[in-house]
């Protein structure tokens, strides 16, 4: 099954309503069984294209996912990264910065984190929140310790675009391919996954009033994030609007995407030199071959 992401992709410089996006789209299968057959067969072909990857030894691959509480990020990564090789993959989440980290710029502390080449590097909320939470809570950027000559409110957002536009694109032309997820989820879903925490013992400890705190800046998060997709939206480090209603659609959205993106790079198996090349034939005949 080959499925159409261009639809979802945010276009370069697009100026971004989220309400024209859907949350929602017909379903890419017709029951449970077709589902776990599309992933499978997905996340086969991510194995294969990883041990590529990692052979080859030129590129990286980062993979950055944002999204309103419950959009599910998590169980996205769980499933669609289920068959990679953990030696091949790092999974790193950021939250609010620590003390250490507010002594540095604002993308110290995930540059660190950048997947090596031959990797497959995923951020479970990122940099971005430098520009969503903390535009919503302004609270942390004052307590950033950016002088005040520097911290004009004014400006401050459409630098940090900037900042992070001119990091992806310096991260691209050294080998590192960047894809990032944004998964669009409906308030009355969440209302109703919320409520599913809140009923089911072991999902208690998920939810918190922080959670509904937060859910009350809806509409702050919501600005924030069409500002943001439509600035650092690039060809070289495209966003993708995945309808994130329905768990398994944005399963499979995410995992086609990924292998499409590790299938179009110019990857191939070392080949030995020719020194190497005569020597094989006598290793063989010391095995016994």
């Known amino acids: 099954m080959k499925i159409d992401i261009e639809p979802f992709r945010v276009r370069s410089g697009a100026r ?26 997905h ?17 990286a691959l980062l993979l950055i996912f944002q999204a309103m509480d419950a ?24 939250k609010q910065p ?3 980290e507010l002594q540095h710029d604002f993308l110290w502390r ?5 997947p090596e080449r031959g990797r497959i590097g995923i951020f479970n909320r990122s940099y ?31 630098q940090r675009f900037e900042s992070i536009v001119d990091l992806e694109r310096h991260l691209h032309r050294n080998g590192t391919r960047i894809i990032k997820f944004f998964l669009h989820l409906s308030r009355d879903e969440q209302r109703k996954r919320f409520l599913k925490r809140l009923d089911d013992p072991s999902k208690n400890w998920k939810f918190s009033g922080a959670d509904m705190r937060e859910r009350g800046l809806w509409n702050a998060y ?24 329905d768990k398994k659609n944005a399963r499979l959205f995410v995992s086609q995407v990924i292998v499409d993106t590790l299938a179009e790079l ?8 020719s020194a190497r090349q005569k020597e094989l034939p006598a290793l063989r005949r010391e095995l016994g071959g």
């Not at 996340?43 to 590129?59: F, G, H, I, K, N």
């Not at 971005?128 to 957002?157: C, F, G, K, M, T």
């Open 16 to 41: 971004v309503r989220l309400a024209k996006w859907p949350t929602r789209v017909k379903p890419l299968y017709k029951s449970k069984a077709e589902y776990r057959d599309a992933l499978d067969a």
């Open 43 to 59: 996340v086969r072909r991510m194995s294969e294209l990883q041990d590529l990857l990692y052979a080859d030894d030129r590129y």
């Open 71 to 94: 959009a599910g990020k998590d169980g996205a990564i769980k499933h669609v990264m289920s068959g990679v090789n953990p030696q091949g993959c790092e999974v790193f989440s950021f």
């Open 98 to 100: 620590s003390a250490q």
């Open 110 to 114: 995930t540059t660190r984190c950048l």
């Open 128 to 158: 971005y929140e430098e520009v969503l939470v903390v535009r919503v809570h302004p609270e942390i950027l004052h307590a950033s310790r950016i002088p005040d000559e520097l911290l004009d409110v004014e400006s401050v957002w459409s």
């Open 222 to 245: 919501r600005k924030a994030y069409e500002e943001c997709l439509g600035a650092t939206s690039t060809g070289h480090a495209p966003w993708y609007v995945v309808p994130a209603d």
């Open 266 to 273: 110019r990857m191939r198996y070392p080949r030995p030199g």
